[in-house]
């Protein structure tokens, strides 16, 4: 996106997907080169349905949910930040689907406003991935050098301080008396709505929540030895790495994959852990959203799960 | 050691030659049938992909035949495909199936353990071996412009079938062939039973081109043999995916002098990166057919296909822009004989109404919303 001098505009944050990741650093970015950010609203069922109108009918839930967020910012901004993630590490990638996610918008919101569609590939030479990622989104709002320098700082400096635990997760300490480790991708784990709650649902049950951004990056890395093969999906392989590292400690009592329907990488990837988990013994539990899922049924199979790990626990 | 591989459309030619050339002894795995897909659909995951699925049911297939060593190409992502041996190796495990894997992935990350892979199952001298695997190219080549002939003939023949049947037992020689010499004769000979098929005259012949995922395109079993359908409907099939191109791609890295697929060039702006498997390679061939006169477009993908359902997804831009009617069609365990085909003849329907309509007033345009394509399917 280019020519877009207009210094006093709004620029859109669809508040999904990586948003849950890079969002302070993002917002922290565009604050300091004086752009008025407008972050959409947590995901709620009008966003949902926007989203899932618009979207082929094939797209994974999460994908669907972020053109719902697109398409309730694209009336109120003057233009829509929707980076191209390629790739955020060494030989890794983000799924297909974001690698073609501002080209899919483009095709079906109408109108469509101006996207900043910046590509951010670190997968082969990080740092120069990085700068030309940072350049290209100045470039876009037709900001100098030394005011992006400044920014840049700011925004790491933000981001580290970032932790992950989705707003207000209220732990039962009265009752803890299990830890639950649940895994799956951020902006599932952390978007309350389109993951349904699960963690607070287990909190509330009376579990202690651990989730894959708990462990740092060498327990992550360490545990994904055990793999014949290097996974090349970067959410992939921190779901991977949790799930077997949390499998070979005692004081996690159970595991639950949370994950969307229609998720390519999930597919294989939750696909080996419950494996790795039923020869393991751990409990597993895999829970599949869509936009159908009933409360009612997911409350059961969750309580379900957590009867069991108590009675493995008392026995 | 006995050696097997996945299916893929008639890919098993290819590779029998070469890895018999190198001195192997390998077991082709069955034809792909339901019996294929019901095996594989029994032990993979459910979300997985179709191709995963009927590979699968391969090894078990030709386990029961004897084989001990699966060799297989692998990738590094982002596509599923670059992770489907470690999946399967896993399956197999669990359902105490016992089989070595060589796996091959895309060179420029490794290209010494790529020798060493060879080095391991070539059992012959360098030059015999070679002279296999180039047998083995000249088959591909072989099939791929036989292949083309039969396309172009199909919707053509007055009676359905008989251009098939020619091919099919030319394809069943050229498995056999051993020299460069008898591949060239059962060429011309296959051309020259083509040329003396009766044919229709007068038959309005629609063209469409397919684009897509190459599993899905390439192998009958799980197209359902759509492009036999189409023919009869009286419908040239053209495509980019051929497997001696695939080979060319990905193999040899675009090395040898083939016309390749130029996504860079001929996606944009409707796609503007590459987004793994052939997605990218689908919406530039999307273009280049409706640039180049196609009546329609139809799109092949296994369900839940990341790249592709990007493709899909940019699809309404596409047929807006070129004034082209595109159909996506997802395949998996699920899809029925009769589903398929009526919404073939529906789409060939009205692709004759739209050429007709085209003829009477040249405007074309907005015809293709009336297919409501790339919202779902
Ligand atoms: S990783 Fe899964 S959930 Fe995320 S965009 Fe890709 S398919 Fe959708």
Redesign the interface.
Do not use: H, N, Q
């Given at each position: 996106m280019m020519g877009l001098k207009n210094k006093k505009w709004r620029l859109g944050v669809p508040r999904a997907l990586f948003y849950y990741y890079y969002g302070s650093w993002w917002e922290t970015f565009f604050h300091h080169l004086g752009v008025e950010i407008v972050v959409s609203p947590a995901t709620c069922r009008e966003i949902m349905d926007l989203g899932v109108e618009l979207?082929?009918?094939?797209?994974c839930l999460p994908v669907k949910v972020y053109y719902g967020h697109a398409a309730w910012l694209a009336p109120r901004v003057d233009a829509l930040f929707v980076p191209?993630l390629?790739s955020v590490e060494d030989?890794?990638?983000?799924?297909?689907?974001l690698?073609?996610l501002?080209?899919?918008l483009?095709?079906?919101l109408k109108p469509c406003p101006p996207i900043i569609?910046t590509?951010v590939d670190l997968a082969r030479r990080r740092e120069e991935g990085l700068q030309s990622a940072i350049k290209g989104m100045a470039k876009a709002l037709g900001m100098g050098a030394n005011r992006v320098v400044e920014a840049v700082a700011a925004a790491k400096a933000r981001y580290r301080e970032q932790i992950f635990t989705p707003d207000g997760l209220k732990e039962n300490t009265a009752r803890q008396k299990l830890t639950v480790g649940i895994i799956g991708h951020g902006y599932l784990l952390y978007d309350r709505y389109l993951g349904m709650d699960v963690p607070e649902k287990v909190a509330r049950m009376g579990g202690k929540v651990v989730f894959p951004e708990h462990l740092t990056e060498g327990e992550v890395e360490e545990a994904c030895r055990q793999?014949?093969?290097r996974?090349?999906?970067t959410l992939g392989q921190k779901i991977m790495g949790a799930a077997l590292h949390f499998m070979d400690r005692d004081d996690i009592d159970g595991i639950i994959h949370l994950t969307a329907f229609?998720?390519?990488?999930?597919?294989?990837v939750?696909?080996?852990a419950e494996?790795y988990a039923r020869r393991r013994g751990k409990p597993f539990l895999l829970l599949t959203l869509d936009e159908h899922t009933g409360e009612a049924g997911l409350n059961t199979r969750i309580e379900a799960f957590m009867d069991m790990l108590y009675r493995r626990r008392t026995a | 050691m006995k050696v097997t591989f996945p299916h893929m459309g008639h890919l098993w030619v290819v590779l029998k030659t070469a890895l018999e050339g190198i001195g192997l002894e390998v077991v082709v795995p069955p034809p792909c049938t339901r019996r294929t897909l019901e095996l594989g659909v029994r032990h993979a995951p459910e979300s997985a992909c179709l191709p995963l699925k009927v590979n699968l049911g391969n090894f078990l297939e030709a386990k029961e035949l004897g084989a001990d060593t699966i060799v297989m190409a692998g990738g590094v992502g982002p596509c599923r495909i670059g992770y489907y041996a470690q999946v399967q190796r896993e399956i197999l495990r669990d359902i105490g199936c016992e089989y070595e894997m060589v796996v091959f992935e895309p060179p420029d990350v490794h290209f010494s353990e790529v020798l060493e892979k060879v080095k391991y199952l070539n059992r012959r001298p360098w030059q015999e071996g070679l002279r296999g695997v180039m047998l083995a190219w000249q088959k591909a080549c072989a099939l791929d412009y036989l292949e083309q002939r039969v396309q172009h003939l199909r919707p053509r023949e007055a009676q359905p079938g008989r251009v098939d049947a020619v091919f099919q037992r030319a394809l069943r020689e050229l498995a056999a062939a051993a020299s460069r010499r008898e591949i060239k004769r059962i060429v011309r000979q296959a051309e020259r039973e083509m040329a003396t098929l009766p044919l229709h005259t007068g038959r309005t012949v629609l063209k469409i081109g397919i684009v897509g995922e190459i599993y899905t395109v390439l192998e009958p079993l799980v197209n359902l043999n759509i492009e036999k359908r189409l023919g009869t409907l009286g419908v040239e099939v053209v495509r980019g995916l051929f497997i001696s191109r695939w080979i060319n791609d990905n193999l040899f890295k675009g090395l040898l002098p083939l016309p390749s697929h130029d996504p860079a060039k001929t996606a944009p702006p409707f796609l503007n990166h590459f987004v793994g498997g052939h997605g990218w390679e689908s919406v530039g061939d999307a273009v280049t057919f409706a640039r180049h006169g196609c009546d329609g477009v139809i799109q092949l993908a296994p369900l839940t296909c990341m790249p592709e359902i990007v493709a899909h997804s940019v699809m309404p831009a596409v047929q807006e822009a070129g004034g082209v009617p595109v159909m996506t069609l997802y395949l998996d365990e699920q899809t029925g004989e009769a589903g398929l085909q009526t919404r073939l003849e529906a789409f060939v329907d009205m692709l004759y109404w739209k050429k007709k309509r085209d003829k009477e007033r040249r405007s074309a345009g907005a015809w293709g919303y009336f297919l409501g394509v790339g919202r779902g399917s």
């Open positions: 979207a082929v009918a094939e797209a191209r390629v030989k890794s990638y983000i799924c297909p689907k690698m073609g501002p080209d899919m483009r095709a079906a569609d590509t793999l014949s093969k996974l090349y999906w229609g998720c390519g990488p999930d597919s294989l939750g696909d080996l494996r | -």
